[in-house]
C-alpha cells in the first residue's frame, strides 16, 4: 500500500467550530508532515512528526494543532478558525525526515465562513 | 522563506514539444526533488537528484542540478496532454521556522496545448 489517505476531502467550517482533519498511511513510514497550501502557491510546511517528536513551524497559529495518534496516523485539530484560513491541507509520509520523497494525500479543501 | 523559485510561472506548448522549467534555490542542499500536481490535487513526486548528482532521467523526464549556481531544471520530452500540471522543485535543506520539511518554489504551471 504506497497511499496516504485524508479524510474528509472537503469541509466547511464556521469560525466558532471545532473540527478535524486526518491522515492516514500504512507504508511504515517514520515522518509525516501537514503542509497548507493557498490557491495558486506552492505548499507550505506546518507540522512535522518523526520519531515520536513534533516540530512545528514557528509562523503557525495556535488555532491548527496537530496529533499523533500512533505511527500511521496525523490528525490536524482546528478551532476558531479564521477565514484566511481556507486553503488545500496536504498530508504528506516519508520513510525519513530527510532527504527521501515524500508521499502526498489527495488533500482537504478547507473553507471557513 | 522561498528556497525554490521556478521559471517560468507559467508555460504554453504543443502536444509533442519538448518543456523546459528551471528552479534556483539559495542555501546548500541535501537533494532537490521535483513535483507535480494537477489542479487541486496532491501532489506526486517525479524525480529526486542529490547533490553531488549533475544529471538524471527517469523516463520522459530529464534533471539537472548545477550546484555552483544553485539551479536545478526539468526537461519534459515529447509532451502530452496529460502533463498539463503545475510543476514544483523542493529542497529539504533546514530552513528555520522550526520545523524541517520541504520547501517548495513558487512552481510553473505547464499547459499542453492539443
Known amino acids: 500500500d504506497t497511499e496516504v489517505t485524508q479524510t474528509p476531502k472537503h469541509l466547511v467550517m464556521g469560525m466558532t467550530n471545532k473540527k478535524s482533519l486526518k491522515c492516514e498511511q500504512h507504508m511504515g513510514h517514520r515522518a509525516m508532515y501537514w503542509y497548507k497550501q493557498k490557491a495558486k502557491k506552492p505548499p507550505e510546511l506546518m507540522f512535522v512528526y518523526s520519531y515520536e517528536k513534533l516540530s512545528i513551524n514557528e509562523s503557525v497559529p495556535s488555532r491548527f494543532s496537530p496529533e499523533c495518534p500512533n505511527s500511521s496516523l496525523l490528525n490536524l485539530h482546528l478551532h476558531a478558525l479564521q477565514p484566511e484560513d481556507s486553503a488545500l491541507y496536504l498530508c504528506?509520509?516519508?520513510?525519513?525526515?530527510?532527504?527521501?520523497?515524500?508521499?502526498f494525500g489527495p488533500g482537504t479543501r478547507l473553507t471557513v465562513l | 522563506s522561498q528556497q525554490g523559485e521556478e521559471d517560468p510561472q507559467a508555460l504554453s506548448i504543443q502536444e509533442g514539444e519538448n518543456a523546459t522549467m528551471n528552479c534556483s534555490y539559495k542555501?546548500?542542499?541535501?537533494?532537490l526533488q521535483w513535483y507535480r500536481q494537477n489542479s487541486g490535487r496532491g501532489l506526486v513526486h517525479l524525480i529526486l537528484i542529490r547533490s553531488n548528482e549533475r544529471e538524471k532521467h527517469s523516463g520522459r523526464l530529464r534533471v539537472t542540478l548545477d550546484t555552483s549556481k544553485k539551479s536545478s531544471s526539468l526537461l519534459i520530452t515529447a509532451s502530452r496532454a496529460a502533463d498539463t500540471a503545475s510543476y514544483f522543485c523542493a529542497t529539504d535543506e533546514y530552513s528555520g521556522g522550526g520545523a524541517d520539511g520541504l520547501t517548495f518554489g513558487k512552481g510553473t504551471h505547464l499547459i499542453i496545448q492539443p
Open positions: 542555501t546548500s542542499i541535501n537533494n
Open positions: 504528506a509520509s516519508s520513510q525519513d525526515r530527510v532527504g527521501n520523497e515524500q508521499f
